[in-house]
C-alpha cells in the first residue's frame, strides 16, 4: 500500500506560479512512477505529468513549456508550474504506480484556482 498526501494547492492570478508537492509514505520502494493529474469542472481527470524512476519526463500537451515535474527524493515529487492560465483551474491528484503489482494510487486531491 502507498499513501499519497499532497499540499501546496491554492488562488493565484493568471500569469503566476504555485508549487505543488506529494509525499508517498507505505511500500515506497514498488513506486515506478509518480505523476499529477487534474479534474477541471464538469470534466474527466486528465494526465498533467508524470516522472519514472529513471528520470523520464512525460507531460501534456498544454502545459509542456510551462509546468516541470520533479522526482525530489524517492518518496517526493513535485509541480512547478509557471505563468498559469485559468484553463489550468482544477483540482489536481499525485498518482503513483508500483511494480510488480500493477496497482495504481491516488492522493485526495489539491484546488488550484487561477482568477483575477
Known amino acids: 500500500q502507498v499513501q499519497l498526501v499532497e499540499s501546496g494547492g491554492g488562488l493565484v492570478q493568471p500569469g503566476g506560479s504555485l508549487r505543488l508537492s506529494c509525499a508517498a509514505s507505505g511500500s515506497i520502494s514498488r513506486i515506478a512512477t509518480m505523476g499529477w493529474y487534474r479534474r477541471a469542472p464538469g470534466n474527466e481527470r486528465n494526465m498533467v505529468a508524470f516522472?519514472?524512476?529513471?528520470?523520464?519526463e512525460n507531460y501534456a500537451g498544454s502545459v509542456k513549456g510551462r509546468f516541470t515535474i520533479s522526482r525530489d527524493s524517492e518518496n517526493t515529487v513535485s509541480l512547478q508550474m509557471n505563468n498559469l492560465k485559468p484553463e489550468d483551474t482544477a483540482v489536481y491528484y499525485c498518482n503513483a504506480n508500483t511494480l510488480p503489482d500493477f496497482r495504481t494510487y491516488w492522493g485526495q486531491g489539491t484546488t488550484v484556482t487561477v482568477s483575477s
Open positions: 516522472i519514472t524512476n529513471s528520470g523520464s
